[in-house]
């Protein structure tokens, strides 16, 4: 009795925690709110240690851990953003990838730009103001920057990508981890794609992952079929699905080595040419565990459209 | 611009101009001259965008580079594991599918190269980029160049896939430091040892250079097709290896009909850039299989073509 009293305070307590609220997990807003038929949690304002410790096992060298101040409260999409999601507030305009399949498949193929107009859409159809202004390169291929009404983007009330550190705030749910579970990679399991994963904590990644083009038992799963369905796993604790694995996820941030020192509200913009590469995050069915915690960072040509490629929506607050 | 005279380069199209400033220091075992340049087409492989990965080393900004040659000091042993990572064919198959191929072999490819991933986001610089540099090592990885015992048995002028004595002792000796009985074994682990770090782009625009002051390569594309990509990589590393750079074209000299006279594009004998980047096309033809008719010929024009700038017979 004593043992399972300590592991439930053990396991709602926080190292990182100095102040109420400050890993944002105690003030979830408890129900998912709708947002045009797109669920969105909201996460308040906190404070969290971004990136991997050295000794974090996958941990890549551009990871270098640091403290982030994240000063406002921000929605965040439950689940990635689904072809008939997209449907609904583009009015049926998906025109960057013909062959979509099934409409409740997540999104991809999609590059950074086409995630930004399609948050423009969503504002437009939720009346608030667009955080991007896109032009159209060619027909079908946007390019987007940061709508010239914001200093910030943290500044724009409409839909748009999280950034960086939003997502990976929301990534860790309060974990330090490298999943949200509290679970890390034990040594020589950040390749391993047997499908039967079990972390340090005792959690298995499948249960709250697809990664590795798992078949789950299952000899006839088309993975290109099945395992981009959104959610059909365990979510954080935040109720984040899929936030370790199924597609990558566009971040907002341009990717680059990160500034030392504590950071508040990051947002790796300025200054930088449109078409450095951009931030994804994730992992994606594809990858390997390793590439799938919370602090693992991709990044790629804003322009690519990249069958592993999609993204999740959030707006401030 | 750069520091051309601290680069050697591999154009893209023209020719090349620049100069290579020699470096002091201790002498290698092999030769110590100056730089290079030269001209390929660019690569023409496209492989489908797809999923990220990166270089796992914590060496990326630490060079380690004290400013003086000494290659031999230089040698690790990159291939064996990363062979164990990638588990490429035996024979060899000239495939590298981006969804097939697992992150832990990218992961040690691109560990091997020392890439620095934020210099590859930049500009130009996609995963289809970065993913086609893996392609050419996963190449030069995995393609047979036979075994290092039988190299003396091919240097002979009168063998088709005779190589020279400047790339056979280079091999043997990387071979016997790190005890390979295989030419990939050794080619791989001499380019990799070479580099300290990649970098995306390059300062004039060529498809390759090696900078020798920090022993970086600076990639642009390569080469034509993987095979093209992966004699780049020996190329570019055997200017490191050397600190040698090539020797100016005489007047009249053409290549697929370009005039590159006074060009610093041509090498004086088989010791050069070209010499290696030879060698290594005509052991990884005799490797090749017939049943990849394109890729044998792409291989033969690229010999065809490296052969032309060494002014030697």
Redesign the interface.
């Given at each position: 009795m004593l043992w399972l009293i300590f592991t439930t305070l053990a396991c709602t307590s926080n190292p990182t925690d100095d102040s109420a609220g400050d890993t944002g997990s105690d003030c979830i807003s408890g129900e998912p709110s709708d947002h045009l038929g797109i669920e969105m949690v909201y996460i308040c304002p906190g404070r969290f240690t971004m990136g991997s410790p050295e000794d974090e096992v996958?941990?890549?060298?551009?990871e270098p851990q640091h403290e982030v101040r994240l000063t406002r409260g921000f929605y965040m999409g439950t689940q990635e953003v689904s072809w008939r999601q997209l449907e609904a507030f583009m009015d049926g305009e998906i025109n960057w990838y013909d062959d979509v399949g099934d409409l409740g498949h997540v999104a991809f193929r999609l590059s950074a730009f086409d995630a930004e107009l399609a948050a423009n859409a969503m504002s437009a159809a939720a009346g608030l103001p667009p955080c991007y202004t896109c032009t159209e390169l060619n027909p079908g291929n946007p390019e987007c920057a940061l709508a010239e009404a914001w200093n910030t983007l943290y500044d724009c009330p409409g839909y748009r990508l999280p950034t960086e550190a939003e997502w990976e705030f929301a990534s860790r749910a309060g974990s330090q981890a490298s999943f949200a579970t509290g679970g890390d990679l034990l040594p020589e399991s950040?390749?391993d794609?047997s499908g039967k994963l079990r972390l340090d904590d005792g959690s298995w990644l499948d249960h709250f992952a697809v990664y590795c083009n798992i078949m789950e038992g299952d000899d006839n799963w088309d993975s290109s079929e099945r395992l981009r369905m959104p959610a059909t796993k365990q979510p954080n604790t935040w109720g984040l699905y899929d936030m370790h694995g199924n597609v990558?996820e566009w971040v907002a941030d341009?990717?680059?080595?990160y500034e030392e020192g504590e950071l508040v509200d990051p947002w790796v913009k300025d200054d930088y040419?449109v078409?450095?590469?951009r931030s994804?995050r994730g992992g994606?069915w594809?990858?390997?565990p390793?590439?799938l915690r919370s602090a693992a960072?991709?990044?790629?040509?804003p322009?690519?459209?990249?069958?592993?490629y999609g993204f999740r929506l959030a707006r401030s607050d | 611009m750069g520091t051309p005279q601290a680069e050697s380069r591999l154009a893209a199209g023209e020719g090349l101009r620049g100069h290579i400033r020699l470096l002091g220091g201790l002498m290698s075992r092999r030769s110590i001259m100056a730089s290079a340049l030269l001209v390929l087409s660019s690569v023409s492989c496209a492989a489908?965008?797809?999923?990220?990965?990166?270089?796992?080393?914590?060496h990326?900004e630490d060079t380690g580079w004290d400013g003086f040659y000494d290659p031999v000091s230089w040698l690790r042993d990159y291939w064996t594991s990363t062979h164990d990572a990638c588990e490429p064919p035996e024979p060899f198959e000239y495939s590298f599918n981006e969804?097939e191929v697992?992150?832990?072999c990218k992961d040690a490819l691109a560990a091997d190269l020392k890439v620095d991933?934020?210099s590859?986001?930049?500009?130009?610089?996609?995963?289809?980029t970065l993913f086609n540099l893996l392609a050419d090592a996963y190449y030069l990885l995995g393609r047979d160049q036979g075994s290092v015992d039988d190299l003396a048995l091919l240097d002979d002028t009168l063998d088709l896939y005779h190589v020279r004595d400047p790339f056979i002792g280079q091999v043997e000796l990387v071979a016997a430091e790190l005890g390979h009985s295989e030419v990939r074994q050794a080619v791989y682990n001499l380019v990799m040892s070479t580099i300290l770090i990649t970098k995306s782009g390059s300062s004039s625009g060529s498809s390759a250079e090696f900078h020798f002051d920090t022993r970086t390569l600076r990639w642009n594309g390569g080469g034509t097709g993987w095979a093209g990509g992966a004699l780049t990589l020996v190329h570019e590393s055997a200017h490191g290896w050397q600190n040698r750079r090539h020797t100016r074209c005489p007047e009249g000299h053409t290549v697929d009909g370009t005039d590159y006279s006074g060009e610093w594009v041509c090498d004086e004998d088989w010791g050069g850039a070209w010499g290696f980047h030879a060698a290594s096309a005509r052991l990884m033809l005799k490797g090749a299989s017939v049943e990849e008719p394109d890729h044998v010929e792409n291989i033969q024009d690229i010999l065809e073509r490296a052969t032309a700038f060494i002014l030697e017979d």
């Open positions: 996958g941990r890549q060298v551009v950040e390749y794609c990558m341009h990717f680059d080595t040419p078409d450095y590469g994804i994606s594809f990858n390997s390793s590439k960072r991709y990044w790629d040509s322009y690519t459209r990249a069958p592993v | 489908e965008q797809g999923p990220s990965f990166g270089a796992r080393s914590d990326v969804y697992s992150d832990r991933l934020v590859f986001s930049r500009g130009a610089g996609t995963q289809g």
